[in-house]
Each structure stands twice: as C-alpha cells, then as structure tokens.
C-alpha cells in the first residue's frame, strides 16, 4: 500500500503514527509530497475575528485536554495519538501559542508521549 501524505498534515502523522503502533510500517509505502501553495488565503483576505475565534476553539480543546490527560496513565490509542499530533502540529505551525505555560499536566504528558519511536518517528522536518 502507499501513502501520500504531507510531512506536516497532522491526520497524516496520525495515520503515520497508527501504522507504526499496530505494526504495519513495512506495509505501507510512505511517500512525501509538496504543500500545496495555492490554498494559502492572501494576506489581504484573511479575516483576524475569524482567526481569533479558531484560536478561541484551539484554547478550549487544549483546556479540555488538560483536564482528561491526567487519566490517560500509559494508553495511547486513536484519541491519545490524536491529541499528540494536535500539539505536535501547535508547535510546528504556531510555536507563538504557547500553549505548555497554561496547561502544565498537557505538557508533562506529551513530553512523556513524545519519546514513543512511532511519535519521534513522524515529527515534520
């Protein structure tokens, strides 16, 4: 099987990571492709309350994810693996978030999650 995927999509990562947790990474071919430039809204139309309201979902996703990663202990199945590439995709597209300062068990659990090999395997260049 082959996978086309961007290195740094987060529903790829998860598909990355899954593969590796359930020992299918020497099934799939893994094959990386270009972003596609032309999705980027122009500076000149992009809309700042729009923005600012995605970000208001982000925060309070990441305060929900606070609130339940204190009795994830050692699981990481779909949604653990999905809430690792959410805050790996945070780091990576919007290292000014800064969501660690406001959710400290959040990040004590994604730097205990980030040295799984399929997580370090998957992290966008």
């Not at 099987?1 to 020497?26: C, D, H, Q, Y």
């Not at 609130?67 to 653990?80: H, P």
């Not at 945070?90 to 290292?95: A, G, H, K, N, S």
Request: glycine content about 8%; aromatic content about 12%; overall charge positive.
């Amino acid at each position: 099987m082959r996978l086309w995927f961007n290195p740094a999509s987060p529903f790829a990562r998860k598909v990355r990571i899954v593969a590796r947790e359930t020992g299918l990474e020497g099934r799939i071919e893994e094959v990386s492709i270009m972003r596609y430039e032309n999705a980027v809204r122009p500076q000149a139309l992009q809309w700042s309350d729009w923005v600012a309201g995605q970000f208001g979902k982000v925060r309070s996703g990441l305060d929900t994810l606070e609130r339940e990663s204190a009795g994830w202990g050692e699981r990481f199945a779909i949604g653990e693996i999905t809430a690792a590439c959410v805050l790996g995709y945070l780091d990576f597209r919007f290292p000014d978030e800064k969501w660690r300062a406001a959710h400290p068990g959040l990040e004590h659990w994604f730097a205990k999650i980030s040295l799984r090999p399929s997580v370090q395997a998957t992290v966008p260049p």
